[in-house]
């Protein structure tokens, strides 16, 4: 059975740090690229960043390159996202996802709230 227990969300104050993981089981992770997705209320869910199976290689959406770090331990079967500088704009529920070319796997979702 997948499952994915994600953690780290809450309440921070603008400029500050979170960092989410997500730990995955059910499945192989490291055979699976892993995605961090966010969506804000009455908004579209987005990409916001993708890391390959290996860890080789990252890919940011521009709204967070660089202030968010996408890293996985395959040894743990956790994928985590580093967010620092956090503005406002970056409040939403944040979702890990797990792609291969068979399966598409989605977490519960973490929220994160930037406010003072």
């Known amino acids: 059975q997948v499952q994915f227990v994600e953690s780290g969300g809450g309440l921070v104050q603008p400029g500050g740090s979170l960092r989410l993981s997500c730990v995955a089981s059910?499945?192989?992770?490291?055979?699976?690229?892993m995605t961090w997705y966010r969506q804000a209320p009455g908004k579209e869910r987005e990409l916001v960043a993708t890391i390959t199976s290996a860890g080789g290689s990252t890919n940011y959406a521009d709204s967070v390159k660089g202030r968010f770090t996408i890293s996985r331990d395959n040894a743990k079967n956790t994928v985590y996202l580093q967010m620092n500088s956090l503005k406002p704009g970056d409040t939403a529920v944040y979702y890990c996802n797990a792609k291969s070319l068979r399966n598409n796997y989605w977490g519960q979702g973490t929220q994160v709230t930037v406010s003072s």
């Open positions: 059910g499945f192989t992770f490291s055979s699976y690229i």
